[in-house]
């Protein structure tokens, strides 16, 4: 499988297996009236973000273009999905308040940003092909 294939995939399960618990359970961890709880969740993302996308610049050992272009791949299907997601937020996230919403929102792109920003400062796999 190309790098261009499996950053699409890992993109895709990545927004599911973020998807789903939101979904069940979101009223059980996304507290949005303990400022502990959200910010462990808005920086501990970080490190998990990293290893996710740190898996796809190593196995394919990247040059910084094709970074670049796995990063975008990977954030890709979940910012078309969430568009829908979002547009359907009472029936997909029925476990959160419409009150939620919101922080919701802003967490999710705030995952898209730390993706897009982890993948402008990874190196080159390879010094040259």
């Given at each position: ?5 499996f ?10 297996f973020?998807?789903?618990?939101f ?20 920086f ?6 990293y ?13 910084k273009?094709?970074i ?52 402008l ?9």
């Amino acid at each position: 499988m190309s790098y261009k294939k499996f950053s699409l995939v890992l993109g895709f399960l990545v927004w599911l297996f973020g998807t789903i618990p939101f979904s069940l359970w979101g009223d059980s961890f996304f507290l949005t009236n303990n400022l502990l709880v959200m910010l462990l969740l808005y920086f501990g993302i970080i490190p998990i973000l990293y290893f996710l996308t740190s898996i796809v610049y190593t196995k394919f050992q990247l040059t910084k273009p094709e970074i670049l272009e796995a990063t975008m791949l990977m954030v890709l299907p979940g910012l078309v999905l969430d568009v829908l997601v979002f547009m359907n937020y009472q029936v997909v996230f029925p476990a959160l308040t419409i009150f939620d919403a919101g922080s919701f929102i802003s967490y999710v792109i705030w995952i898209y940003s730390i993706a897009l920003i982890l993948g402008l400062l990874k190196k080159s796999g390879k010094a040259h092909r």
